[in-house]
């Protein structure tokens, strides 16, 4: 089991349009620290499962016929936009798993082309693809959202994108299912006192709280925003192989 970043950053990328910081400007002159919007893809014995549909590229990345399955973490355009175009292809069917959320995005439910939206998926109610054992994990968003825990011969690997800090279930779940790898939402650099929390996302903070229950022996850092790349380029002893800001296109096996 192989699971790839096809994106790392927030919906504002990296750099940012318009942005001189110091990160913007680095990822303005070297493109291996750009970043893309969030999203993954988990391949295996010769299938492809992606996670999120906002690849710009989606549709030239995966060929027809390359997609085995669609698992989305929640509706919100940023992390579906690919499907719009995806919809009007021909002589198919993708499966298309996703939370409860009857609203969806726009029309996608209305004129779903060749994706096959599926029941509803349930709260730690677990299913399998290819042999992989996958367990929707409820996170604290503005939209209903779902982040996914992927386990194969014991190892498992923790996708939780899109969260402000973790609900106890899902803590206490994480406690009694320790996970190899978390790949978790952290937008922001740590939040000081006086400032106002930020909603929605994660700042270092809370994934440094998170780090000290032990939930994972390592943790990886997506759905980054520019400011947390800014202040990690200044505090880079703050980050080493247990905790580290992930990358587009980073792959990790279990």
């Known amino acids: 089991m192989k699971l790839t970043l096809l994106g790392s950053g927030n919906a504002a990328m990296l750099p940012v349009y318009g942005c001189h910081c110091l990160a913007c400007s680095r990822a303005s002159k070297e493109p291996n620290y750009r970043r893309t919007k969030t999203s993954a893809m988990l391949e ?8 999120d549909a906002n690849a710009d590229n989606l549709m030239q990345t995966f060929p027809s016929g390359s997609i085995d399955r669609i698992l989305l973490t929640h509706y919100h355009m940023d992390h579906v936009h690919s499907l719009f175009d995806l919809r009007w292809g021909v002589n198919q069917k993708i499966p298309v798993d996703g939370p409860n959320d009857p609203n969806g995005c726009d029309d996608l439910f209305k004129h779903p082309g060749i994706l096959a939206f599926q029941a509803p998926l349930s709260a730690f109610q677990h299913f399998e693809w290819q042999g992989i054992t996958i367990t929707p994990l409820p996170m604290i968003h503005s939209k209903i959202c779902f982040g996914y825990c992927f386990e194969l011969n014991g190892k498992r690997i923790a996708y939780l994108t899109d969260t402000y800090g973790l609900a106890i279930e899902v803590v206490n779940w994480l406690k009694t ?7 978790i939402d952290c937008s922001y650099p740590p939040v000081e006192q006086g400032q106002p929390e930020r909603k929605n996302h994660n700042d270092l903070n809370i994934i440094l709280k998170l780090q000290q229950q032990k939930l994972a022996n390592k943790i ?12 990690a380029l200044t505090h880079p002893e703050q980050f080493d192989h247990s905790l580290f800001l992930a ?8």
């Open 44 to 51: 295996h014995k010769g299938k492809i499962l992606l996670i």
């Open 220 to 231: 990886g850092l997506i759905h980054i925003d520019h400011s947390l790349d800014t202040w």
């Open 247 to 254: 990358k587009d296109k980073q792959g990790f096996s279990i």
């Open 177 to 183: 299912n320790r996970v190899d790898l978390m790949l």
